[in-house]
């Protein structure tokens, strides 16, 4: 059963990333990007990293994406999506690569001699990194959302629009 649910999450995985590389427009691969950092949570959910994966949806595919989709609604306003893709001979070897490497990876995991015994959980747990993270490295995480903190009121001071 781990086998089924780890191929139809690697299948999704794979083809969300190559949504993101072949689609033209930057929301579309946006959202397929939104779709691969979920599997990549479930895959961490698999290895028993909770953390991990609640950290990759809440981080990830939560704040950081609803920064990139406002930062491309921004810089791209009134951007038609009828025109013709620029970026077409590139994105034409997407397909055929990631082919390839998908062939690669297969025959390295195929031809791998003997395979691991089964992945325990890490030592702790969410607990554990919880407790760390509130005593003995307090002040770089507060240090860490006071940029945070500066970062998103620079990128807001430098997207108002000025009155010409």
């Known amino acids: 059963m781990e086998w089924v649910t780890f191929t139809i999450v690697a299948v999704c995985a794979v083809a969300s990333a190559v949504g993101l590389v072949v689609r033209a427009n930057p929301l579309h691969g946006a959202l397929f990007l939104v779709a691969n950092l979920f ?5 961490y959910l698999m290895l028993g990293a909770e953390f ?4 990759q949806v809440i981080i990830y595919a939560g704040a950081i994406m609803v920064l990139f989709i406002f930062a491309i609604m921004l810089l791209i306003p009134g951007k038609s999506e009828a025109g ?3 970026l077409w001979p590139q994105r034409s070897w997407a397909l055929p690569f990631g082919a390839l ?3 690669v990876i297969m025959a390295l995991v195929l031809f791998q001699a003997g395979g691991r015994a089964g992945v ?3 030592p702790g747990g969410v607990g554990a990194i919880g407790r760390l993270l509130f005593t003995d490295y307090l002040v770089p995480f507060e240090v860490t959302s006071v940029l945070l903190l500066a970062a998103l009121v ?3 001071a430098l997207a108002k629009r000025r009155p010409v």
């Open 52 to 55: 991990l994966a609640l950290a």
């Open 120 to 122: 325990r959980p890490a």
């Open 154 to 156: 620079g990128a807001l």
């Open 101 to 103: 490497m998908g062939a």
């Open 84 to 86: 013709p893709d620029p």
């Open 39 to 43: 599997c990549v949570a479930v895959l």
